[in-house]
């Protein structure tokens, strides 16, 4: 219980001192788009499941309405990734209500079992639209409260859901959680998460690209799983306590795992793990999720919690040795 509560006012403090933008990839993440495949498509073009869940968290004091919009939901636009014809049928889908965000099925890394729990809010289903190509669409509006309430996160949770129910295209899109219908405007306070991350690496050699997991107190080690990286660059962790900490990556339509120790200074922390690109390969596709000991997954922060964490060198003194500073 004294474990929780420390939690609780851990997580209190941060969303009181950071004021967070709602894009979904954020601007800290530098990834150019999300993306879903339609379920007719080859693993090996980088979706593992067709599928993708974002969580949005909604202050408790935010009294006026909300949407949620999408930038390019279609399939079959500039953007988006098109094998032989467009044929793709992308579903999105809005939940809130009991059991939106703490329905267990809800944060697993799979579509599987009752992932669509909660209340259905509001559903759209997207295919070659040419009306909606780079285009936003807006979702809403709904009230805060619609969202279930989820104390340790602070507010009222809405969950989105993203599949590709037909069609082998790959539909990249961006997520907005606005207070306004036609122009994106933040929510002051809210935040972003999701424990399954699906999206598409910059082309251009020597990007990088981030992803901000949060490491609570419990947490002794972490397992982190990339499927179709293509071994495209390196990858390689950042933290108040790690100055650089390689992560092993996966080649073609494979998943690799890389064990990595958490130190007491990383508790209540977010992790940076870094994209570097390296290769002139273009649209790479890659999927991330991330475990601790118990093999329970732990929820990347399009915005990180605290910030994007600084290495903080430990700087010792050698016994016997004076300090030559004066007084």
């Given at each position: 219980m004294q474990k929780k509560i420390i939690f609780?006012?851990?997580?209190?403090?941060?969303?009181?001192?950071?004021?967070?933008?709602?894009?979904?990839p954020s601007s800290e993440e530098n990834i150019p788009y999300l993306v879903t495949f339609g379920n007719n498509s080859k693993?090996?073009?980088?979706?593992?499941?067709?599928?993708?869940?974002?969580?949005?968290?909604?202050?408790?004091?935010?009294k006026k309405p909300i949407f949620l919009r999408v930038f390019d939901p279609e399939t079959g636009g500039t953007i988006d990734?098109?094998?032989?014809?467009?044929?793709?049928?992308?579903?999105?889908?809005?939940?809130?209500?009991?059991?939106?965000?703490?329905?267990?099925?809800?944060?697993?890394?799979?579509?599987?079992?009752?992932?669509?729990?909660?209340?259905?809010?509001?559903?759209?289903?997207?295919?070659?639209?040419?009306?909606?190509?780079?285009?936003?669409?807006?979702?809403?509006?709904?009230?805060?409260?619609?969202?279930?309430?989820?104390?340790?996160?602070g507010g009222y949770v809405i969950k989105v859901i993203i599949q590709g129910i037909s069609g082998n295209d790959g539909n990249l899109y961006k997520l907005f959680?606005?207070?306004?219908?036609?122009?994106?405007?933040?929510v002051e306070g809210a935040n972003s998460l999701t424990y399954e991350y699906t999206f598409r690496l910059n082309d251009k050699p020597g990007s990088i690209s981030h992803i901000y997991p949060f490491i609570n107190e419990d947490v002794v080690s972490i397992k982190i799983h990339t499927f179709d990286y293509d071994n495209d660059g390196i990858a390689r962790i950042i933290s108040v306590d790690k100055r650089y900490e390689p992560v092993q990556v996966s080649g073609d339509n494979e998943w690799m795992a890389s064990l990595h120790k958490i130190s007491d200074k990383e508790h209540r922390t977010s992790l940076d793990i870094q994209m570097i690109k390296t290769n002139p390969i273009n649209d790479n596709n890659i999927v991330f999720y991330i475990t601790n000991q118990y093999d329970k997954l732990l929820p990347f922060y399009t915005s990180p919690l605290g910030g994007a964490p600084k290495y903080k060198p430990t700087i010792g003194v050698k016994p016997g040795l004076k300090s030559t500073q004066q007084k």
């Open positions: 609780l006012l851990v997580i209190a403090s941060i969303l009181n001192h950071n004021l967070f933008s709602q894009a979904v693993t090996s073009w980088g979706d593992d499941d067709f599928a993708q869940t974002f969580f949005f968290i909604i202050p408790k004091d935010m990734e098109i094998k032989e014809l467009p044929d793709t049928k992308t579903t999105i889908s809005i939940y809130g209500g009991q059991g939106a965000y703490t329905h267990l099925d809800a944060q697993k890394e799979q579509p599987i079992g009752n992932f669509k729990s909660g209340i259905e809010l509001a559903k759209k289903t997207f295919s070659n639209q040419p009306e909606y190509n780079e285009q936003w669409y807006t979702f809403g509006p709904f009230n805060p409260t619609e969202g279930e309430l989820v104390n340790e996160l959680l606005s207070q306004e219908q036609n122009s994106n405007i933040k």
